[in-house]
């Protein structure tokens, strides 16, 4: 693999542009681009990354809607009584007025066993997000449940992370689904060459509706991104992925994506009967 890698010539501009459209989300095709060389597109679609004054995050996202992804390693012993106590958690969290709500809740089939991850959506950035804490820090019921849920877990984690704008919207899903969240650290600074390359692979993988999320770190774990497939089942997953490769283009963003990668890893999630997608 290394051999083949080693091989690939920079991307050139033009190759960029015609392989496939970049999405209208992620960049402007506004006049004034076109004519900017100076301008952030064209820093975007090269492969040497140079100095801007604006955020990463400001490029790719939009930051007035922030996500909290929450990992939680249940004690092995307690999951039911744990999903029940996150249930009646949501449910008094979204019986209060603090622009949040629960985006989805799953378990780990496949990868992290014991392993519980809840996706919450703030609208009005991070003073949203004090707000709610704030008042939840206030609140003797909420302050009871997550005292019980403490001897429930061994380990926590949380992320905020933002939306990739090239990303479809996020569509709560019905029927009877499994989901695949798929993890990457990435190399510093080699974020925008990544949005560069998945804002056309994406166009890859729209076929059959598998993309439901993908996120990028904005406190936590830096440099992460997180892609989340809906499947209806792990054959499906496998037909979907092989379909991919035979699409030409597609085998190139994969190979111009992998040298970012630091390390990856994958799981394989349930919906909880309390998520809003399913």
């Given amino acids: ?32 681009y076109q004519e900017n060389e100076k301008g952030w597109f064209s820093k975007l679609l090269v492969r040497r990354i140079e100095p801007t004054k604006e955020s990463h995050s400001r ?18 012993d307690s999951v039911e009584k744990y999903l029940q106590n996150y249930k009646a958690s ?33 609208t009005g950035g991070f003073a949203s997000i004090d707000n709610a804490k704030l008042q939840l820090s206030k609140d003797p019921d909420w302050v009871k449940l997550l005292t019980e849920r403490g001897g429930m877990l061994r380990s926590r984690h949380l992320q905020y992370v933002l939306a990739f704008s090239y990303w479809p919207p996020i569509v709560p899903r019905t029927g009877s689904n499994i989901y695949e969240i798929r993890s990457y650290r990435l190399k510093p600074g080699t974020m925008i060459e990544w949005g560069n390359n998945w804002a056309r692979a994406i166009n890859y993988r729209r076929n059959n509706d598998e993309p439901f999320a993908a996120f990028f770190s904005q406190i936590g774990r830096l440099y992460n991104v997180h892609h989340m497939w809906c499947y209806k089942d792990l054959q499906t997953r496998k037909e979907t992925r092989e379909a991919a490769w035979r699409l030409p283009g597609w085998d190139e963003c994969v190979a111009y994506t992998v040298p970012l990668i630091r390390e990856m890893h994958t799981r394989i999630l349930l919906p909880t009967d309390f998520s809003p997608t399913q």
């Fill in 1 to 32: 693999m290394a051999a083949t890698l080693g091989k690939l010539r920079p991307l050139s501009i033009s190759k960029a542009i015609t392989a496939t459209p970049v999405s209208s989300r992620l960049v402007s095709t506004s006049t004034v």
């Fill in 90 to 122: 949501a449910q008094l969290i979204h019986s209060r007025d603090l622009h949040c709500e629960l985006v989805g809740s799953w378990t780990v089939q496949v990868g992290d066993l014991d392993q519980a991850l809840h996706l919450w959506r703030y």
């Fill in 59 to 76: 490029l790719l996202s939009d930051k007035e809607v922030i996500y909290e992804l929450q990992t939680h390693n249940m004690r092995p």
